[in-house]
């Protein structure tokens, strides 16, 4: 390609907004669920997501087309989303880790030990309006790419519903440690 027609072209630009998770749950599989972005809330990067901006795009791409990733690098898949929908809230989504490979089972494990706790989309802006008086930028449209479990949510607001425990196998040792422990939680 000619240079002034690089020049020319629109460069392509990925956006991303964090949410944050509330883990109550890993189910044996990885499963987990919850909220990557609520709608009507200012995240700390000033946007607003506007009720069905993800519409077109999850027509388009379906589930099978947005990306689990890890910290936004598309060189880390680390599972699949098993659903992605809108609803009057914000952006439901269930996925599984995919346990075989070992940053997802770093990622479980953080989830469970509750020390990773965010959600993440990564999208390009298809339209936008900013208001003049406030400054926030409403994203009427979004293109949906990926998905990613972070550290560090944009979005406070938005929590993963349930990250499944898994049951221990029934063997009295952990079946006992298991009674005690939900004993233990009742007290606090």
Same mark, same amino acid.
């Given at each position: 390609?000619?240079?002034?027609? #690089?020049?020319?072209?629109?460069?392509?630009?990925?956006?991303?907004?964090?949410?944050?998770?509330? /883990?109550?749950?890993?189910?044996?599989?990885?499963? !987990?669920?919850?909220?990557? %972005? /609520? !709608?009507?809330?200012?995240?700390?990067?000033?946007?607003?997501?506007?009720?069905?901006? !993800?519409?077109?795009? =999850?027509?388009? $791409?379906?589930? %099978?087309? &947005?990306?689990?990733? +890890?910290?936004?690098?598309?060189?880390?898949?680390?599972?699949?989303?098993?659903?992605?929908?809108?609803?009057?809230?914000? =952006?439901? @989504?269930?996925? *599984?880790?995919?346990?075989?490979?070992? *940053?997802?089972?770093?990622? =479980?494990?953080?989830?469970? #030990? $509750?020390?990773?706790?965010?959600? %993440?989309?990564?999208?390009?802006? @298809?339209?936008?309006?900013?208001?003049?008086?406030?400054? &926030?930028?409403?994203?009427?449209?979004?293109?949906? +790419?990926?998905?990613?479990?972070?550290?560090?949510?944009?979005?406070?607001? #938005?929590?993963? #519903?349930? @990250?499944?425990?898994? *049951?221990?196998?029934?063997?009295?040792?952990?079946?006992?440690?298991?009674?005690?422990?939900?004993?233990?939680?009742?007290? !606090?």
């Amino acid at each position: 390609m000619r240079s002034d027609e #690089a020049r020319l072209r629109p460069k392509l630009q990925l956006e991303t907004k964090l949410a944050g998770l509330a /883990l109550d749950q890993v189910d044996n599989d990885g499963s !987990f669920s919850g909220y990557a %972005s /609520l !709608f009507g809330e200012v995240d700390l990067g000033r946007d607003i997501i506007e009720p069905g901006a !993800f519409a077109k795009s =999850l027509k388009a $791409r379906g589930t %099978s087309g &947005i990306r689990m990733l +890890w910290q936004h690098d598309a060189n880390e898949p680390i599972g699949v989303w098993t659903l992605i929908r809108e609803d009057a809230r914000g =952006l439901y @989504v269930e996925g *599984r880790l995919a346990k075989g490979v070992p *940053r997802a089972r770093d990622a =479980l494990e953080l989830m469970r #030990a $509750r020390a990773l706790d965010g959600l %993440s989309i990564g999208f390009r802006t @298809v339209r936008a309006r900013k208001e003049a008086q406030t400054g &926030i930028r409403r994203i009427i449209e979004a293109d949906l +790419w990926e998905i990613s479990v972070v550290t560090f949510p944009m979005q406070p607001a #938005a929590r993963i #519903a349930s @990250v499944k425990r898994g *049951r221990p196998p029934a063997i009295p040792e952990f079946t006992n440690l298991a009674r005690r422990i939900r004993a233990a939680a009742k007290k !606090f």
